[in-house]
């Protein structure tokens, strides 16, 4: 009899990425006048760093190979390392890093 099972890491991150959705949804709604302000920012990297710890260890224990990344990760890092050198290129660049590292 074959199971068709998911790992451990795999279920919970079923259930992280809607409370993850669920929760930006509400960081933005119109009770705010700036809707990307820094709640959004903070939810956002929370929720990605605990998604990645949740992913790498769940890989680890369960000794499974990490996924590579998709097809579209390479041209994001290529636009995200050209905006890093517009930020280092700014009169600004205090400012400007701070906006590369929102979007990365």
């Known amino acids: 009899m074959q199971t068709n099972e ?3 890491s795999a279920r919970t991150l079923r259930v992280l990425f809607p409370l993850f959705l669920l929760a930006l949804v ?3 709604t119109p009770a705010t006048r700036d809707t ?4 959004k920012t903070l939810i956002t990297h ?3 760093f605990v ?3 949740v992913m790498l260890f769940g890989s680890l224990l369960e000794r499974r190979a990490i996924q590579r990344p ?3 990760f390479w041209p994001i890092i290529g636009i995200l390392a050209l905006y890093a050198m ?3 290129l700014s009169a600004y660049w205090g400012h400007s890093f701070q906006y590369v590292a929102n979007w990365g």
């Open 46 to 48: 929370w929720s990605v």
């Open 51 to 53: 998604m990645a710890v």
């Open 26 to 28: 509400w960081a933005i």
């Open 6 to 8: 998911q790992p451990l």
């Open 86 to 88: 517009a930020a280092g």
């Open 36 to 39: 990307a302000g820094p709640i």
């Open 70 to 72: 998709p097809i579209v």
